[in-house]
């Protein structure tokens, strides 16, 4: 059983009985105390979909729980449910869109490396790439000359996330995001598909 300080972003534990994954983590040190820092997890129930936060010691005993990862790709939309293809199978896995919402932004047809997240024989979460390629949709027009260090302009992507980018990115070009930090990392390598 893994300590709250070895609990990652998008695994799945058991708590209080529950099967539930962990979507986000602050870790924080409290002044005054001897050693421990605090961590305080935003988790959803796998099962009822409810989201809630709990706090717990880098020293609390966490039981993780029994999942599955399946390499999936993403398929088409029905309804408020995202439908992804297991890439061995062609299993079809549903996920709706209220517990997928944060990824939503992050993908498309053509992202690759997108794994299912299976508890209990049930889809339940899906684990993106750290960076994926997005194509800029909409942008304030390139700036000739404009240097990587210089200043930035807001671009909005395909999947309708709106970043930050260098002045010399334009409208159609394809770039990697950086996931978890939600920033423009580089100049994709299918641009000008």
């Known amino acids: 059983m893994p300590k709250a300080s070895e609990i990652k972003k998008n695994n799945t534990i058991v708590f209080n009985g529950k099967t539930c994954i962990v ?25 009822s979909g409810a989201k809630f936060d709990e706090t717990f010691k880098d020293s609390d005993m966490l039981e993780m729980a029994d999942l599955v990862r399946r390499p999936a790709m993403f398929s088409y939309i029905d309804g408020d449910d995202y439908v992804f293809l297991d890439k061995e199978d062609y299993t079809p896995y549903h996920l709706n869109k209220d517990s997928i919402a944060e990824e939503i932004l992050f993908f498309n047809e053509e992202t690759d490396g997108i794994q299912v997240l299976i508890v209990s024989d049930s889809p339940v979460a899906l684990d993106l790439p750290i960076s994926v390629e997005l194509e800029v949709v909409e942008t304030d027009p390139s700036i000739k000359g404009a240097s990587a260090t210089s200043r930035t302009k807001p671009a909005t992507l395909s999947t309708g996330l709106v970043v930050q980018v260098p002045e010399y990115i334009s409208t159609g070009e394809w770039i990697k995001i950086n996931i978890e930090e939600r920033k423009f990392q580089s100049r994709g390598e299918n641009t000008k598909k």
């Open 23 to 47: 979507r986000d983590i602050e870790r924080s040190v409290p002044q005054g105390r001897a050693g421990g820092s605090i961590y305080r997890m935003r988790m959803y129930d796998v099962v």
